[in-house]
C-alpha cells in the first residue's frame, strides 16, 4: 500500500483542485491532488471557455474581479498561456425588456468598477457589419476574455507538480475519515493519505464526500451543450452572447465556431455522461443564424457537453465546513467555475493557512442549504430538465 503524508489532500483534479494546489505549495505546504481519472477531463476540460465578468451574480463581483487578476498573469504564474486571449465580451438584447435587463446588469457591473461601453444598432454596425438585424442594444466589457480549458487545468496541475505536489491520479477517494486532528483518506487503489486539512472539490460527485461529515446540498449535475464548426475565414473577435441564452458563441483564431446555448440538459455523473439530444444542434445552430447570418451555412463538426454541479439558487459553495474543523468545501459552481476558478484556488489557500481570505465569501457558506432555498429565477428558464440523463442504449 502507498502511503502519503500531507498537510493538504485536496479531493478532485479540476481546475478548483489544481489552482488550491498550484497556491497552497508555492506557499511551502505538502499537497496531494487526488484525482479519479484524469487532471482536467470532467468540467474544468469540457467548458466553453469565457471568463466573462459581465453579468454576474453581484455578490461575487469582488471573487471574479481578483480572479481576473490572476487570469491576466497566467504565463508568468503558470509559466503557460493556454490560449488566454482578452477578447472582450458583447452581450446582446433582442427587446426592449431584454435591453433593461441588459443595463441592470451593467450597472451592477459598473459600480464595481468594471467599463461597459453600451452600444446601439449604429454602433453595432459599423464595429461588427456581419450581425443580424434585430439588435436593439448592447454591452460591451473589454476585459472580459477567453482560454482554452482543455490546455488550462493539466498546465496549472504541471505548474503545481513542479511545485512539490503530489499528483495521484486514475485513483478515487471512498472514505475520508476524521482522525483527532487531522484526516485519513481511502481510496479504491490502495493508496491511503494522512492530511491536516481536506478540500472537496470532487465537482457534480462533491456531495457524497460532505455527506460523510453530515452536511449536504441540493446539488445536480447538467450541462449546457457545446458545438464546434469547421473553420471558417477569422472574423469574429468578441464572444457573443444574447442574454437569452439561446447563443454563447466565440470564433477562435483557428477559425472554428465554437457555440452554446440554453436551456442546458442533465448529464449522468454515474455512467460519466453528458448526452446532448440531436434536436439541440438543429436549434443551436437557428439561434446563430439569427445572430450571425454569415454563418448559416457552416458546419457543425463536434458536441459534446460536461458533467455540472448546479445548485437551486445558481452559486456555488465555497468555504469551511460547519461540521468539521479543517475540512473545506469548493464545488457547485453552476457553470461559471472556470472564470472564478484561480481566484477560489487563491481564496481557499488563504482560508487554510490564515484563517480568512479578504475576498468577501459569505454568500457562498454551505450553511444556506440548511433550510430550502428558493431556485433562482434561472433555473427554470435554463434547464429543460432535471430528471436523470437518459441511458445510453446499447446496440444490439
Ligand atoms: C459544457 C460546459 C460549459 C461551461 N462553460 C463555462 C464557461 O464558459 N465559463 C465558466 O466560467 N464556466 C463554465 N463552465 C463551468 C466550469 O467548467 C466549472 O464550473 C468548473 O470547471 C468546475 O471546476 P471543478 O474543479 O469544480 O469541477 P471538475 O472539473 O468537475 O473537477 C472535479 C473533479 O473531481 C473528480 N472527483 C470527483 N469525485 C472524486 C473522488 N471521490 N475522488 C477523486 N476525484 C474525484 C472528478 O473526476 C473531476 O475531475 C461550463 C461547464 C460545462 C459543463
Not at 471568463?51 to 491576466?72: C, D, H, I, K, T
Not at 498546465?155 to 472514505?175: D, F, I, S
Not at 481570505?357 to 427554470?380: G, H, W
Amino acid at each position: 500500500m502507498t502511503r502519503h503524508a500531507v498537510d493538504v489532500a485536496i479531493i478532485g483534479g479540476g481546475l478548483i483542485g489544481a489552482w488550491t494546489a498550484y497556491f497552497l505549495a508555492k506557499r511551502n505546504q505538502r499537497v496531494a491532488l487526488i484525482e479519479k481519472g484524469v487532471v482536467g477531463a470532467q468540467s474544468s476540460g469540457t467548458n466553453f471557455g469565457n471568463l466573462r465578468l459581465q453579468g454576474r451574480f453581484p455578490g461575487q463581483y469582488p471573487l471574479s474581479l481578483r480572479s481576473q487578476a490572476l487570469w491576466e498573469d497566467i504565463a508568468t504564474l503558470i509559466g503557460e498561456r493556454c490560449e488566454f486571449e482578452q477578447t472582450g465580451h458583447l452581450y446582446l438584447a433582442f427587446d426592449e425588456k431584454e435591453h433593461e435587463k441588459l443595463e441592470a446588469y451593467a450597472a451592477v457591473s459598473e459600480s464595481h468598477g468594471l467599463a461597459i461601453e453600451h452600444l446601439g444598432p449604429a454602433d453595432l454596425r459599423r464595429r461588427w457589419p456581419w450581425l443580424g438585424d434585430g439588435v436593439v442594444g448592447a454591452t460591451y466589457s473589454a476585459r472580459d476574455a477567453t482560454a482554452n480549458p482543455r490546455l488550462v487545468t493539466p498546465a496549472v496541475a504541471r505548474a503545481a507538480k513542479a511545485l512539490g505536489v503530489t499528483v495521484v491520479e486514475n485513483c478515487r477517494v471512498t472514505e475520508v475519515a476524521r482522525t483527532g486532528d487531522a484526516f485519513a483518506l481511502r481510496t479504491d487503489t490502495g493508496v491511503a493519505i494522512d492530511a491536516g486539512h481536506v478540500v472537496n472539490a470532487a465537482g457534480a460527485w462533491a456531495v457524497a464526500i460532505a455527506e460523510q461529515f453530515g452536511e449536504s446540498a441540493p446539488l445536480f449535475p447538467a450541462g449546457p451543450p457545446q458545438f464546434v464548426t469547421e473553420p471558417f475565414p477569422y472574423l469574429i473577435e468578441p464572444s457573443i452572447q444574447t442574454i437569452d441564452g439561446s447563443v454563447i458563441m466565440r470564433q477562435i483564431p483557428r477559425g472554428n465556431v465554437i457555440l452554446a446555448g440554453y436551456p442546458r440538459s442533465a448529464a449522468d455523473p454515474v455512467a460519466n455522461r453528458a448526452p446532448v439530444p440531436p434536436v439541440k444542434t438543429l436549434a443551436a445552430m437557428r439561434a446563430l443564424a439569427k445572430v450571425a447570418p454569415v454563418l448559416a451555412s457552416c458546419h457543425v463538426i463536434r458536441v459534446w457537453s460536461g458533467i455540472e454541479g448546479y445548485l437551486p439558487d445558481m452559486i456555488p459553495v465555497i468555504g469551511p465546513s460547519r461540521t468539521t474543523p479543517g475540512l473545506f468545501h469548493a464545488f457547485g459552481f453552476c457553470g461559471h467555475g472556470f472564470q472564478i476558478g484561480p481566484g477560489v484556488g487563491l481564496c481557499l489557500s488563504e482560508m487554510i493557512l490564515d484563517g480568512a481570505t479578504p475576498t468577501p465569501l459569505e454568500p457562498f457558506s454551505i450553511a444556506r442549504f440548511d433550510k430550502p432555498v428558493e431556485a433562482d429565477e434561472k433555473f427554470r428558464r435554463e434547464f429543460d430538465s432535471v430528471q436523470p440523463a437518459a441511458p445510453l442504449q446499447q446496440p444490439r
